[in-house]
Nanobody, 123 residues
Framework: QVQLVESGGGLVQPGGSLRLSCAAS????????VGWFRQAPGKERERVSC????????YYLDSVKGRFTISRDNAKNTVYLQMNNLKPEDTAVYYC????????????????WGQGTQVTVSS
């Protein structure tokens, strides 16, 4: 049974940093695309970032470009989202997701989702 577990969320002041982790079991993350999504209260879920299978490509939402960095550690079967210079508008529940597709540009839905981790940016 595929399981994704996010961690690393928390409360941080504006301008601060967090690193989210997405660890997988029963699934090899390195071979496939992995996306980070977020959903704030009253808003639709949006894709924040994606890393393609086998390092094919990366994607970032315009509002996080230059502040967030996605990476993977295949040995640990984990994908990370480094978030710097956080802003109050980054407050949301962050989810990682994956499935048997390779490209971030692929519009196919993601098959497997984590339970989410809360990120709150506030002074």
């Amino acid at each position: 049974q595929v399981q994704l577990v996010e961690s690393g969320g928390g409360l941080v002041q504006p301008g601060g940093s967090l690193r989210l982790s997405c660890a997988a079991s029963a699934f090899t993350l390195g071979a496939y695309r992995v996306g980070w999504f977020r959903q704030a209260p009253g808003k639709e879920r949006e894709r924040v970032s994606c890393i393609g299978g086998s390092g094919r490509s990366t994607y970032y939402l315009d509002s996080v470009k230059g502040r967030f960095t996605i990476s993977r550690d295949n040995a640990k079967n984990t994908v990370y989202l480094q978030m710097n210079n956080l802003k109050p508008e980054d407050t949301a529940v962050y989810y990682c997701a994956t499935g048997r597709h390779f490209y971030c540009s692929d519009s196919s839905p993601y098959d497997y989702w984590g339970q989410g981790t809360q990120v709150t940016v506030s002074s």
